[in-house]
């Protein structure tokens, strides 16, 4: 759901661009989207389309592939980012009036058209890669929660559009599935961040459990930054919580595909407790068969009563977002009690 926490499936086949990404400079506008995806690495958890219909699955490439080159230019292109951001920008307003010229937003047309998607995710999409060129901290976790809005939640919103059942209900679900997976992925990534020059822990975070900046660049986490980890997987495991209603509120393949989303979501947030909250010495990642079981038990948990009764109140509005401290207790001991 979000541009960079689920790679599905293995590209399709078709014409390739340039071979590789991400590419230097100016040539990553000229990859294909099938060269986008074989050049993706293997993300916090997979989510197979091979169990959706052939053209479902050629649409999901289609946005996937544009979300991986908008992250890939963000993150890892040389030259002026910036610049090649805008040109993508420019030429992605050619999707809904023209004649696009990049390939990946060529390979966009259609499903733009046959799904009748608006252009908004997609300029969210762009517009959070230029955010990353100039914001490098957050103050807030409400700071964090509009970033989210910019870089997470316009994917499931595509996926939801892409199967016709975007209504505000599941909109409202979908964005608290991605904006906790994003989050997730920030707390996987902390060092692999840091070393970019970026920091997606609020800053309010790190002074309220008294971690400064330049532990993030120790090779093991201390307690201090054990205790904030536990804080911040509470918090996402609450906000994904509220989002898992959505696969209760879809049928057939889709619930599959999206009970896929929160269950690779939840084994990623055991991947880091099982590290023991230390996330420094690289991401901690979930075994494929654990993120399989996780799956599969999010699918058959959407089923039963419970499931059902909290889908139909989620229909009915959602509580408000936790944020700061919020509604979830501080740890006081060491590891936060998970």
Known sequence: MTASDATIGPAPGGPTGTSGAPLPGGEALTSSPQDVLRAASAENF????????????QHLFAIYGFARLVDDIGDEASGDRLAL??????DLERVWAGTPTLPVNRALVPTVRECGLDPEPFHRLVAANRQDQLVTRYD?????????????DPVGRMVLG?????????????????????????CQDVAEDFAAGRIYLPREDLASFGVREQDLARPSAGPAFQ????????RARRILDEGT?????VNGRLRLVLAGFVGGG???????????????????????ARIARYGMTVALASVTPSARRAARAARLGLPPLVTGGGTIA???GHGGGE
């Open 266 to 288: 939840r084994a990623a947030l055991d991947a880091i407790v099982r590290a023991r909250w230390d996330v420094l010495g690289g991401a901690p990642t979930a075994p494929k």
């Open 330 to 332: 501080k740890p006081s």
């Open 162 to 186: 892409i199967f016709g059942v975007d209504t505000p209900d599941r909109v409202a679900l979908s964005d608290r599935v991605c904006t906790a997976l994003q989050i997730v992925e920030h």
């Open 140 to 152: 807030t976790f409400d700071d964090l929660l509009r970033y989210c809005t910019l870089s997470a």
């Open 46 to 57: 997979t989510v197979s389309p091979l169990i959706l219909p052939a053209r479902q699955r």
């Open 85 to 90: 951001l805008d040109t993508l920008e420019e």
């Open 245 to 249: 209603p959505l696969v209760g509120l």
């Open 227 to 234: 205790d904030l980890m536990a804080f911040q997987v509470r």
